[in-house]
């Protein structure tokens, strides 16, 4: 099972909106709606920030949302805050009852 | 409130095996499937495997069949997870993750343990 495709950063100022991507195949991003997405800050444990494609744990912030689109899911932060400043990985229930994770992307505030 | 504790760092020399524990409160053990996942020191997430820990079923991911043995103890709410065989490559932070949703394997983990700090070296 390869590893979900992710940019390996992306950047936004203050304010801004940024979009990460996640790209799979048919066997398992484009076909189960258990995409996930978690932030993770250096040397802490990992957060789930989106479940299910798109549906956000108590707590998480409604900046932050979830899509899919056939193979490609994506994670949108809206008005970019110092703090989202951390890695994000996506994951997602594949075929064969695993669970793949994408390689992360680094997520930069300006 | 859900609290996942994890077992201490631990050294270990290429070729011996490592056993890491995960001991869960505030909730149904058996009734969310658990997740171990690893990181390699600045790398990224690696899903191992998930345990049922109401009947006891496994499934784990390719790379580690047959070195992995996921297990569980309900009477004390803890989960194992043993590799064998270890090289340096498996030096990394082992995770333990609990599902979100119960009874489902993949719905996202949405508590995870402080981590277990695994080194190999001779």
């Known amino acids: 099972q390869s590893a979900l495709t992710q940019p390996a950063s992306v950047s936004g100022s203050p304010g801004q909106s940024i979009t990460i991507s996640c790209t799979g195949t048919s066997s398992d991003v484009g076909g189960y709606n258990y995409v996930s997405w978690y932030q993770q800050h250096p040397g802490k444990a990992p957060k789930l920030m989106i479940y299910e494609v798109s549906n956000r744990p108590s707590g998480v912030s409604n900046r932050f949302s979830g899509s899919k689109s056939g193979n490609t899911a994506s994670l949108t932060i809206s008005g970019l805050q110092a703090e989202d400043e951390a890695d994000y990985y996506c994951?997602?229930?594949?075929?064969?009852?695993?669970?793949?994770f994408g390689g992360g992307t680094k997520l930069t505030v300006l | 409130q859900v609290q996942l504790v994890q077992s201490g760092a631990e050294v270990k020399k290429p070729g011996a095996s490592v056993k890491v524990s995960c001991k869960a409160s505030g909730y149904t053990f058996t009734g969310y499937y658990m997740h171990w996942v690893r990181q390699a020191p600045g790398q990224g997430l690696e899903w191992m495997g998930w345990i049922n820990p109401n009947s006891g079923g496994t499934n784990y991911a390719q790379k580690f069949q047959g070195r992995v043995t996921m297990t569980r103890d309900t009477s004390i709410s803890t989960a194992y997870m043993e590799l064998s065989r270890l090289r340096s490559d498996d030096t990394a932070v082992y995770y333990c993750?609990?599902?979100?949703?119960?009874?489902?394997?993949?719905?996202?983990?949405?508590?995870w343990g402080q981590g277990t700090l695994v080194t190999v070296s001779s």
């Open positions: 994951s997602s229930y594949t075929s064969s009852s695993h669970v793949v």
């Open positions: 993750a609990r599902d979100l949703i119960p009874a489902i394997a993949a719905a996202g983990t949405g508590y």
